[in-house]
């Protein structure tokens, strides 16, 4: 066991969705001295791919293709090169993040010029378990999200949360309100859930290895290996997007990359490339390389270090695919040399969203100084756990149930209240009659939700129980920064927007066959108020 990687006092079962959209690829495979192949995990896969081909295209095609499948493998030469190389090109090019720690070099050449880097040194700093925290914290937010929105998130997120111990002593909430607006909130929870076991097991000291760190929730292979070359400089593979794309072109690798035998080809090149000496650089700079060069449309092959070893590249100048032993080759479905690098990795075809059509109510009242709106806290586990929403009833995912007019969604409304906030025996004033504002849409990684949108407005001295969901009343100002999802943003833009023009008149876009009503002639939400 490495120094300062304490043994966990209790072994967890590790759930399936542990790592939060990374594949959980672990096996390893061997390569000998002189050459890479991986040929042992990537046979008797023809048939397989060509049959994914098939149902893509609807054309035929053949069923295996052959040539020597040495065509995408490494040779020890081509591995040292292209370490040699790769490290070089990020020595000089590698951007400046907040969590990034220049390496030796790069910092050397801004010393020469005098200028001062442009990096959060407070978050990595000398102590390698503070920099596995920056990489733990960055990566977890970049899954699904652009750097440049995630730079003032992690800064947020450090100011807030400076250390593991600070985050596993924060509330889930406050964890929820500064992740607020980043989307995809599981991350948060899982990263929190992390900070706690990292607490309780390793004394807040984050791992070292890789085997250890894939013990911790929502950490995969991938995060388990940047935090292990990078903070710890532990000879760690790592395989991303971008690796993917990189080691695609250079070896000509057509195939659907998503299949477990072709993650293990991927993850034993990866293994294969890594420099022992400088892991960590390495890999940033293999991840480098796929989003500022190697990138999916219109790549710059010109600038590229490694171009004279990418196949891609050779076949769009040329270079036939050679024949070989004549054996059949999983890694490609077509034996034609490609005309464009971009061909590779091979494209496949997105599922579409499933459709949630969701009723929303917003209630609001005048407060001590501006308008206040009524949320309601989603369940712990599932979509948006934790999170403050208003108060919403989702229709079953994948419904082909039309939406109902004004007045039932009313009394659908007056239930929900009863229900879930044990709003029955309430004395109030008047309530407002009801109103149909608009519709809101909202998408996520696999619903397409189209939120139907009704307004009320509450007296501001109703005095209410407690029901079986928490609730709160929040001041319109404090939504933006208040751990609320963002479709209740969404809602109060749509909000303000009919409120600066209140006589347009709406209508249900899914449901143009019926004049919506813009006020509602019967006050439904008083049914549940007793004096």
């Known amino acids: 066991m490495e120094q300062g990687a304490r043994g966990p006092t209790k072994k967890r079962k590790r759930s399936s969705q542990d790592a939060d959209q990374e594949f959980e690829i672990k096996e390893k495979v061997s390569s000998d001295e ?97 920099r596995a925290y920056a990489v733990l914290v960055s990566e977890l937010m970049l899954q699904q999200t652009q750097v440049a929105t995630v730079r003032e998130y992690f800064r947020k997120w450090m100011t807030a949360f400076p250390s593991v111990q600070a985050l596993a002593n924060a509330s889930l909430e406050e964890v929820n309100q500064v992740w607020a607006g980043l989307g995809y909130y599981r991350r948060a929870k899982l990263l929190h859930q992390c900070a706690k076991e990292i607490v309780t097991q390793y004394e807040g000291r984050i791992p070292t290895t890789v085997k250890q760190l894939l013990d911790l929730p929502g950490i995969g292979p991938y995060t388990a290996g940047a935090i292990s070359s990078i903070a710890f400089n532990n000879p760690a593979a790592i395989v991303d997007g971008n690796v993917i794309r990189v080691i695609s072109r250079l070896r000509a690798v057509e195939a659907d990359p998503k299949p477990n035998n072709i993650q293990k080809y991927l993850w034993s090149v990866s293994e294969e490339l890594v420099d022992p000496s400088r892991p960590g650089d390495f890999n940033q700079a293999l991840m480098e390389l796929g989003a500022v060069t190697c990138t999916p449309k219109n790549p710059k092959c010109s600038a590229c270090p490694v171009s004279d070893h990418c196949k891609a590249l050779a076949q769009v100048r040329g270079e036939k695919v050679p024949e070989g032993d004549g054996s059949s080759c999983a890694l490609c479905t077509s034996a034609s040399p490609t005309d464009a690098v971009t061909k590779y990795p091979i494209k496949t075809e997105k599922k579409p969203p499933k459709i949630q059509i969701t009723y929303t109510t917003a209630v609001k009242r005048m407060g001590s100084q501006e308008t206040e709106f009524l949320v309601v806290q989603r369940p712990d586990a599932g979509l948006l756990a934790g999170l403050w929403e ?96 963002k479709s209740v943003l969404k809602a109060v ?33 008083l049914s549940m108020f007793k004096k």
């Open 34 to 130: 002189d050459s890479f192949s991986a040929s042992s995990d990537i046979e008797d896969l023809g048939s397989h791919l060509s049959a994914q081909s098939n149902a893509r295209s609807g054309k035929a095609v053949p069923n295996t293709v052959f040539h020597d499948r040495s065509y995408h493998s490494f040779s020890s030469r081509e591995v040292i090169q292209i370490r040699a190389q790769l490290l070089e090109w990020y020595d000089a090019n590698q951007r400046e993040m907040p969590w990034r720690r220049p390496s030796p070099a790069y910092f050397a050449r801004l010393e020469l010029a005098a200028k001062k880097p442009n990096y959060g040194e407070i978050y990595c700093d000398d102590s390698p378990y503070d």
């Open 390 to 485: 208003f108060p919403s009833i989702d229709l079953p995912v994948g419904s082909d149930q039309k939406i109902v007019p004004l007045q039932e969604r009313g009394a659908l409304f007056d239930e929900y209240l009863r229900r879930e906030l044990g709003w029955e025996q309430v004395a109030t004033q008047a309530i407002s009659d009801r109103s149909f504002i608009g519709e809101v849409s909202h998408l996520f990684s696999h619903i397409k939700q189209t939120i139907v949108l009704d307004a009320i407005s509450a007296s501001c001295d109703i005095p209410m129980s407690r029901g079986a969901r928490a609730w709160k009343w929040v001041p319109e100002s404090e939504l933006q920064s208040a751990a609320v999802s």
């Open 493 to 525: 833009a749509l909000l303000r927007k009919q409120a600066q023009s209140p006589s347009v008149p709406k209508k249900l876009k899914h449901d143009t066959s019926k004049k919506l009503e813009t006020k509602s002639t019967q006050r439904t939400i």
